[in-house]
């Protein structure tokens, strides 16, 4: 069965002070991974996809990082606007391509 | 662009009423799902529509019906609402082809 554990549940931070957040996984073989945005009372917004591990994407002040185990969601001199929830999910390969397993998600507070 | 747009936005249902959450999309895609979301649990699938014409059960699908309407609409129905189906209900899209998954603003329900 896959699995999706983020960590950690909660973190808050000052303005500019960097931090990560990390994505833990166990599947029979990745066909992705996502990283998505959610502010309260709102949907999930897409991020990023990522791949295969080494593979690296960056939007801003947020860069996604791949390793066969786990991924992390690098937050770099965050604001206050960065504040939302951040879910993980995963999708494995010979499933159904149309099944999502998500992680709870890291509710993420930048204090100003 | 209003991308996927749920109806209706809040709702409270009594114990074993019925109603139907309306999805539409407006960005061609093929595939389209409906997830609930519940607080320490995640996004959990409850159907998905690979295409016009098609659908299949996901992780959580008892108590719930669909139709796919259309390449555009598809619907969820609760016959017979109950406590538990108290939830955060989001439609979501994607195109054939692609792994990336598009949110619509979801819906809150609550069965008293």
């Known amino acids: 069965e896959d699995q999706v554990t983020q960590s950690p549940e909660a973190l808050r931070l000052q303005e500019g002070e960097s931090s990560s957040l990390n994505c833990s996984y166990t599947v029979s073989g990745l066909r992705g991974l996502f990283w998505y945005r959610q502010d309260p009372g709102k949907g999930p917004e897409f991020l990023f996809t990522l791949y295969s591990a080494g593979e690296e994407k960056e939007k801003e002040r947020l860069k996604a990082t791949l390793t066969k185990k786990e991924s992390f969601l690098h937050i770099t001199a965050p604001k206050p606007e960065d504040s939302a929830t951040y879910l993980c999910a995963v999708q494995a390969v010979g499933g159904s391509n149309y099944k999502l397993t998500f992680g709870k998600g890291t509710l993420l507070t930048v204090n100003p | 662009n209003a991308g996927v747009t749920q109806t209706p936005k809040f709702q409270v249902l009594k114990t074993g009423q019925s109603m139907t959450l309306q999805c539409a999309q407006d960005m061609n895609h093929n595939s389209m799902y409906w997830y609930r979301q519940d607080p320490g649990m995640g996004l959990r699938l409850i159907y998905y529509s690979a295409s016009e014409g098609t659908t299949d059960k996901g992780e959580v699908p008892n108590g719930y019906n669909v139709s796919r309407l259309n390449k555009r609409e598809f619907s969820l129905r609760l016959e017979s609402a109950a406590p538990s189906q108290t939830s955060v209900y989001f439609c979501?899209?994607?195109?054939?082809?692609?792994?990336?998954?598009?949110f619509g603003e979801g819906s809150w329900l609550t069965v008293v």
């Open positions: 979501a899209s994607s195109r054939t082809g692609e792994n990336t998954i598009y």
